[in-house]
């Protein structure tokens, strides 16, 4: 009699159990989806302020290249600051007693080995 | 009851029927029609965004760079009052607003209106709300230097497809291809993110020219210009051991950012595209082959004590007579009659293979487009006279360059090396893709290279032709050289019209730097040694500075410190 009982309810609770699966399921999927979209948006957003902040990088790069350019450092110096191109004869050369190539530049490290590399 | 229901079933089912056929229209019958048709609604085509990759010189500094601005276009279908507007845009572009007007008027669905646009005009034509009008993200080529370097440089059309120089050489290098992207959009036509990269970049080219040396050459090139009143000069520095250019100017000049105020003639990249008579520069073949050859030593005498010398029905003259002269003071002095003595000895063979051998009459193979290759006769096509006009330098035809590069394997003992432009090629992401080896070949021996360096170390001292191209502290060694200029109308060598020229190397023994510098038409006076070899001291004392070349009547007083 107990098991009947028992057997009615799960049949009784089965039906509404899955269309509450199904419709959680569905609302799921289309919250996620809702989300997913959502984020694409922002992404997207994202994307364009960050291309606009990288075109703004690239014009400061190129005024900072004319700028730095030595037309206008030479004409600031001699002009501005009243500096002039030094003379050869007062200027004293620092030799170091174990001469090598120089570590502070790797520029001048791989022009260094290029030109040995050229005369050897 | 009964018959109630049996309807309604029916009815039901019949509606369900139709749903089903309907779907199976939709999604069997009319799939691919309606799938296109749905895509062409969510989905969008973008072009990517090519960019030029980034121009640099030896120390990193830009050369050439993106500017990122925008261009104009409309739908003329969809403006609505074409007048107004273009009124409107002419006021904001500076164009005229009946070229507009007729743009606008047009027909299709596309056309440029304006391209390459600044930010400021940009947003003031955005902030009009003018209908039919749209944007799209265009790169500019901009040269941060300005005119410096422009011939090496070159420059770029509209579309950014490279014209000139190094723009052009590498261009497929700098650009890369395009490409669409489908990107979704929802109903209003924004764009949802995909995760594509918008932008191509090429790769970026590393210059053996160094900004600062490029600067000192085009400075005193301009003084020059001004100082002898010069129709053209054209000056070249190389590294003599491994044929890095290190700056290659020419004047008259131009500015890349502003093409449309340069004339052709300007644009002309002289060291390399145009020939001229060497004249006296051109001694060194017959002087390196002569000693090579054992024909004469350096003591070997000549009597040019006449101050001519006749050559079939030509007289070959000396600017002063000299006297007795050892074959070393021949190419110190720059004897135009004891030189043609010296290819005499020779013979026209030997002066034709050594000529080659230096590269005269063949491309140097530098980096940058529009090289000549120059005019060497051979022996068989010279006439009765050429034994006496090629050893000193007439009825052949070089380029700055080739001179450069002769002197340089006098420079460097002996080796012919390739002069370049680019050292080295990196992609967007940084890495080295390509780095310049080039070949070398050996033109003299390291003895008769050395003999002969010793030889042109006089030509700066008292007693040679160049006095004024010495530098203070170090050794010059190099040599003058004074051409005529054949005139168009006469056809004869004019005796108003000359080409000034000096090339040499410093420190001579130990050669940091190779040059030459031609000065054409230059007025007042036309010798080399007045008019070119000081413009190479000032330009050599400013470089030996610049790159801590120390001098070397002062050694002894260097600060030697310890790590």
């Given amino acids: 009699m107990i098991n009947l009982r028992r057997r009615s309810m799960v049949s009784y609770m089965i039906k509404p159990l899955f269309i509450t699966f199904l419709l959680c399921g569905i609302f799921g999927i289309v919250w996620l989806r809702s989300n997913f979209t959502s984020v694409e948006y922002t992404i997207s957003e994202l994307e364009n302020k960050k291309a606009d902040r990288l075109r703004e990088a690239k014009m400061l790069m190129a005024e900072k290249a004319s700028l730095m350019s030595m037309h206008k450092v030479e004409k600031t110096a001699v002009r501005d600051l009243g500096l002039v191109f030094p003379d050869r004869k007062k200027v004293t050369y620092v030799k170091e007693r174990n001469p090598g190539p120089q570590k502070a530049s790797l520029e001048t490290l791989s022009e260094w080995d290029r030109r040995k590399a050229m005369v050897n | ?563």
């Avoid at chain 2, 500076?94 to 070229?99: E, R, T, V, Y």
């Avoid at chain 2, 053996?208 to 301009?222: H, K, P, R, S």
């Fill in chain 2, 1 to 563: 009851m009964r018959k109630r229901a049996i309807i309604l079933n029916t009815a039901i089912a019949f509606g369900f029927l139709i749903v089903i056929i309907r779907l199976a229209d939709i999604m069997i019958l009319n799939h691919e029609r309606l799938n296109e048709r749905a895509k062409m609604q969510q989905l969008k085509g973008e072009n990517v965004q090519v960019r030029r990759g980034t121009i640099f010189d030896r120390h990193g500094r830009e050369m050439a760079v993106n500017l990122e601005l925008e261009s104009l276009y409309c739908d003329p279908a969809e403006v609505a009052s074409a007048e107004k507007s273009a009124y409107v845009l002419s006021d904001l572009t500076g164009k005229p607003s009946q070229a507009i007007l007729t743009k606008l008027n047009s027909g299709g669905h596309f056309v440029w209106l304006d391209r390459k646009l600044e930010p400021d005009v940009a947003r003031k034509i955005k902030e009009t709300k003018i209908k039919g009008l749209a944007f799209v993200p265009d790169a500019k080529r901009f040269y941060p230097k300005g005119h410096l370097a422009s011939h090496i440089l070159g420059f770029v059309d509209i579309d950014n497809k490279g014209i000139e120089g190094v723009e052009l050489k590498y261009h497929s290098t700098l650009s890369t291809s395009g490409r669409k992207v489908l990107l979704s959009r929802d109903a209003s036509g924004k764009t949802l993110s995909q995760g594509v990269d918008m932008e191509s970049r090429g790769n970026n080219l590393v210059l053996t020219i160094d900004e600062g040396l490029q600067y000192m050459v085009e400075t005193e090139l301009d003084r020059a210009m001004e100082k002898w009143r010069a129709a053209a000069a054209a000056a070249i520095m190389m590294d003599p051991l491994t044929g890095d250019i290190l700056a290659l100017a020419n004047r008259p000049s131009f500015n890349p950012n502003s093409l449309s105020g340069s004339k052709n003639f300007e644009r002309r990249n002289r060291a390399i595209t145009d020939c001229y008579e060497p004249g006296s520069t051109f001694k060194i073949i017959i002087g390196t082959a002569a000693l090579e050859e054992k024909v004469v030593s350096l003591d070997t005498p000549f009597d040019c004590s006449r101050g001519v010398v006749e050559v079939g029905r030509r007289r070959i003259h000396d600017a002063h007579k000299h006297g007795l002269l050892t074959f070393k003071e021949v190419i110190q002095k720059s004897s135009n009659v004891g030189s043609v003595m010296v290819g005499m000895k020779l013979g026209k063979e030997r002066i034709y293979k050594y000529a080659k051998a230096f590269g005269f009459g063949e491309k140097t193979g530098i980096d940058l487009p529009g090289e000549v290759s120059g005019l060497i006769r051979p022996p068989e096509r010279w006439s009765g006279v050429s034994i006496g006009s090629v050893p000193i330098g007439q009825e052949v035809a070089v380029t700055p360059l080739q001179v450069l590069r002769a002197y340089s394997a006098i420079a460097n003992g002996g080796l012919l090396v390739t002069p370049h432009v680019v050292s080295r090629i990196i992609s967007p992401d940084g890495k080295t893709v390509w780095t310049f080896t080039g070949e070398t070949k050996r033109v003299l021996s390291q003895k008769t290279a050395e003999t002969f360096r010793d030889i042109l170390k006089t030509v700066t001292e008292e007693g040679g032709t160049a006095k004024s191209a010495a530098v203070s502290g170090n050794n010059v060694a190099g040599k003058t050289g004074t051409a005529q200029m054949v005139d168009p109308r006469t056809k004869r060598y004019s005796t108003e019209k000359y080409i000034s020229s000096f090339v040499g190397f410093v420190p001579a023994d130990n050669p940091r730097i190779a040059m030459i510098v031609v000065i054409y038409e230059p007025k007042g006076q036309i010798y080399g040694g007045v008019v070119a070899a000081p413009v190479f001291k000032k330009i050599a004392e400013n470089a030996l500075s610049y790159l801590e070349v120390p001098r070397e009547d002062n050694a002894g007083d260097m600060l030697v410190v310890s790590r």
